[in-house]
């Protein structure tokens, strides 16, 4: 079982930056891909960004891509997304999510754990 914990949300104005961190338990969580997904008020969720076991592949959604960046320390068994030039539309509740494999996705579906959310607002 993986346990996963998200921090560094808040309320910033556009323009600014978050980073948002993900700390994971279980000993074999190191070996899973990750993802980031967010959710605003009444929409789906949505992805946002995801990374293999290794770092060693990355897909962002295109609405992120140039801003944010996924990154991961597996000896501190945490996943980060740095946000930078933050806009409106980028406030959500972000889910961290663990999947039982190495290989990133892009899709919720494939995501076998989730964290609470951590909420980001940005106001204009």
């Known amino acids: 079982q993986v346990q996963l914990v998200e921090s560094g949300g808040g309320s910033v104005q556009a323009g600014g930056s978050l980073r948002l961190s993900c700390a994971a338990s279980?000993?074999?969580?190191?070996?899973?891909?990750m993802g980031w997904f967010r959710q605003a008020p009444g929409k789906e969720r949505d992805f946002v960004a995801t990374i293999s076991w290794n770092g060693g592949t990355i897909y962002y959604a295109d609405s992120v891509k140039g801003r944010f960046t996924i990154s991961r320390d597996n000896a501190k068994n945490t996943v980060y997304l740095q946000m930078n030039s933050l806009k409106p539309e980028d406030t959500a509740v972000y889910y961290c999510?663990?999947?039982?494999?190495?290989?990133?996705?892009?899709?919720?579906?494939?995501?076998?754990?989730w964290g609470q959310g951590t909420q980001v607002t940005v106001s204009s």
């Open positions: 999510a663990a999947r039982r494999t190495y290989f990133a996705s892009s899709s919720a579906d494939d995501y076998n754990y």
């Open positions: 279980g000993r074999t969580a190191n070996s899973y891909a």
